[in-house]
């Protein structure tokens, strides 16, 4: 079991910012790779001999948020810090950003956020994202564009309110 426990040892940083930026909650994203954990030890015989076992895992994550069936109080998605902390040099500017931006994502289809953050933070290509969500790689294509059109267009809407209207 020692394998085991070195895989999880160096995969878990990973695993816990993966799944904070789907969940957007540090707590929730705690309790869903705790949730896989369990089910990758019970199956590590069998994962541990795949071809690549991290990426069978963060598909398990993915799997597992994307399934996850919670009561409407749960599935509201708190705005936290991302893992990897903030650059001391513009701390409240930064901040913001990152809030607003977390806003936004949670608003997004969980679908489409899968895509966006497989996309940009994890930077896998269409065709791998199309293997781990189980559908094509136009899908993946329209999830992308419906994700970005929702977010450009919020942008633009909030824009025109801070301006009142005017460009």
Known sequence: MADYENFV????PRLLRYATMLTGEREL???LVQ????????RWSRISSAD???????????NGYLSWRRSRAARLIA??????GARPDDFATDHALREDMWQRLARLPRRQR???VLR???QWDDSEIADLLGCARATVRAHAHRALTTLRKDIAVDHLA???GSR
């Open 9 to 12: 040892r160096a995969l878990l």
């Open 29 to 31: 994203a705690g309790d």
């Open 35 to 42: 949730d896989v954990l369990v089910k990758l030890h019970r």
């Open 52 to 62: 690549n076992p991290e990426r069978y895992v963060v598909r398990m994550v993915t």
């Open 79 to 84: 705005v936290g810090d991302v893992p990897d």
């Open 114 to 116: 899968a895509v966006l």
């Open 120 to 122: 940009y933070y994890e």
């Open 162 to 164: 801070e301006t009142g």
